[in-house]
């Protein structure tokens, strides 16, 4: 079963931030955050482990919270290399399977 | 240092061929994933394996077949292409779930 993302979708102008939320209806053990742009792979951002840890790089950060069974990223002065699509992918329940989010296309304009 | 290799990278099927796809991977990885991205659906586990000799169904396994019998080499099969089969197959591997994930540069698929 897929993780929940939300928004689907979200335009920010440079320098405004945004907030992307992952949720589950299992339990997580760890959340994965990648950014896709258009026509390439996925790329790696961060993976947060159970124990509600917070991380971030440069002017992007993300939360877990186990509890809640939900992850959310967080970009800060947005800039226009920003732009493409986040997924989270999820261990849900401790299982094998990495199950990704249908994904938040991030738009940034000048 | 190639990482994770897919082939081919484009293909056009007709409808009831079959077709394999490969990934390799040369970072000793034991878990490999196979996924299937369409507009709008995110990325769809199609099968998985956690180790040489395993594999296991993911979300969408219907009309795939997958088989891992070397560490570095996981391949996705469509036994009869339909037309409902045209995605963005993308593999993926990894040490684990709980570590980083390491994706192909993707196939693209059109069956007509």
């Known amino acids: 079963q897929q993780p929940v993302q939300s928004p689907q979708a979200v335009i920010l102008r440079e320098g405004e931030d945004a907030v992307i939320n992952c949720s589950s209806s299992k339990a997580l053990y760890s959340v994965h955050w990648y950014r896709q742009k258009h026509g390439e792979a996925p790329v790696f951002l961060m993976i947060l482990l159970k124990g509600g840890e917070q991380k971030g790089h440069d002017k992007i950060s993300a939360s877990f919270n186990e509890k809640k069974q939900q992850s959310s990223l967080y970009l800060t002065a947005s800039q226009l290399s920003y732009s493409g699509t986040y997924f989270c992918g999820t261990d849900q329940g401790g299982s094998e399977k990495l199950v990704f989010g249908k994904g938040t296309k991030l738009t940034v304009n000048p | 240092n190639a990482g994770v290799t897919q082939t081919p990278k484009f293909r056009v099927l007709k409808t009831g061929q079959s077709m394999t796809l490969l990934c390799a991977q040369d970072?000793?990885?034991?878990?490999m994933y196979w996924y299937r991205q369409d507009p709008g659906m995110g990325l769809r586990l199609i099968h998985y394996?956690?180790?040489?000799?395993?594999?296991a169904k993911g979300e969408v396994p219907d009309g795939y077949n997958v088989s891992r019998l070397k560490k570095q080499n996981f391949l996705l099969g469509l036994e009869s292409a339909a037309p409902s089969q045209t995605s963005v197959y993308f593999c993926?591997?990894?040490?684990?779930?709980?570590?980083?994930?390491?994706f192909g540069q993707g196939t693209r698929l059109t069956v007509v």
């Open positions: 993926a591997s990894s040490y684990g779930t709980a570590v980083k994930a390491f």
């Open positions: 394996s956690v180790g040489e000799g395993t594999t």
């Open positions: 970072m000793n990885h034991e878990y």
